[in-house]
């Protein structure tokens, strides 16, 4: 379905992003990982999904806390595949803590991370993609981009702020080919997650065990963890032709949660 497009996926050295590149290059699309980790780890994975989908797979390290980083990286995929099409700002951080004794630098590196990255990469990738006339740009968002939680204001700022910046761009776009969605997962059991459930459990004065029963799941109706799986068939369809119509929305897939 995406032969002959590009995909550049931050934060996709893992998790989420590692899937939803793993699916896009299933369907023909060469990709750009970007994402933290150990350079020999994130050179097998890169290597091991070229491998496995016959597509080309590149990488490049950006700090996405910095602008001219996140253009770069969008120039240099550009540059290496001679097209981008499909952009997923995925990359993300979290902290927990009340809001009196939130580190103000923790507060800076999250919406940096979180929500600047965002703005910078889709404003270097835009033009291209209005020149193609078709183009796909999925921020992966939260459950926490609808409704807040306690002791996270941070991240549920800045994934609210990414639901705003979704709609605006979808509407700039609209006339060019182009499409803008959030996906809106509910809990994932992930690194992110897990070291969420550490936190929690510090900040409520609650055991692991019981973060995870009466705090996470408890959100979710299904009492199930969303899986990286279900995430990244959503993201194939946004890239659809099916979903063409689709934009400016911020889509949730989240057990139940943000039914309440």
């Known amino acids: 379905m995406l032969k002959g497009k590009t995909a550049l996926v931050t934060g996709s050295t893992s998790g989420i992003g590692?899937?939803?590149?793993?699916?896009?290059?299933?369907e023909g699309a060469n990709i750009m990982l970007n994402g933290l980790g150990d350079a020999t780890e994130i050179e097998a994975t890169r290597a091991g999904l070229e491998k496995r989908t016959g597509v080309k797979v590149s990488f490049m390290g950006a700090n996405l806390m910095k602008a001219d980083a996140c253009a770069d990286l969008v120039a240099a995929t550009q540059k290496e595949f001679g097209t981008l099409d499909i952009l997923i700002n995925n990359a993300g951080m979290q902290f927990v803590s009340p809001i009196e004794e939130f580190p103000v630098e923790k507060w800076d590196a999250i919406m940096a991370l979180n929500l600047s990255a965002p703005?910078?990469?889709?404003?270097?990738?835009?033009?291209?993609?209005?020149?193609?006339?078709?183009?796909r740009i999925i921020n992966t968002g939260s459950a926490h981009s609808l409704v807040a939680s306690p002791f996270k204001s941070a991240y549920v700022a800045a994934k609210h702020g990414l639901a705003g910046l979704t709609k605006?761009?979808?509407?700039?776009?609209?006339?060019?080919?182009?499409?803008?969605?959030t996906i809106c997962p509910g809990?994932?059991?992930?690194?992110?997650?897990?070291a969420q459930i550490a936190d929690t459990a510090k900040a409520r004065g609650m055991t692991e065990k019981e973060v995870i029963q009466k705090v996470i799941l408890e959100a979710q109706p299904t009492r199930e963890f969303v899986t990286v799986e279900q995430i990244s068939g959503l993201a194939v369809f946004l890239c659809s032709d099916a979903a063409a119509s689709m934009?400016?929305?911020?889509?949730?897939?989240d057990g139940g949660w943000t039914a309440h």
């Open 18 to 26: 590692l899937d939803m590149a793993e699916a896009l290059a299933r």
């Open 119 to 135: 703005f910078h990469t889709i404003r270097a990738a835009l033009p291209a993609m209005k020149d193609a006339g078709w183009g």
């Open 168 to 181: 605006t761009v979808a509407l700039e776009a609209a006339e060019h080919g182009i499409t803008c969605n």
């Open 187 to 194: 809990y994932v059991s992930t690194e992110l997650v897990d």
């Open 247 to 253: 934009t400016g929305v911020i889509l949730p897939i």
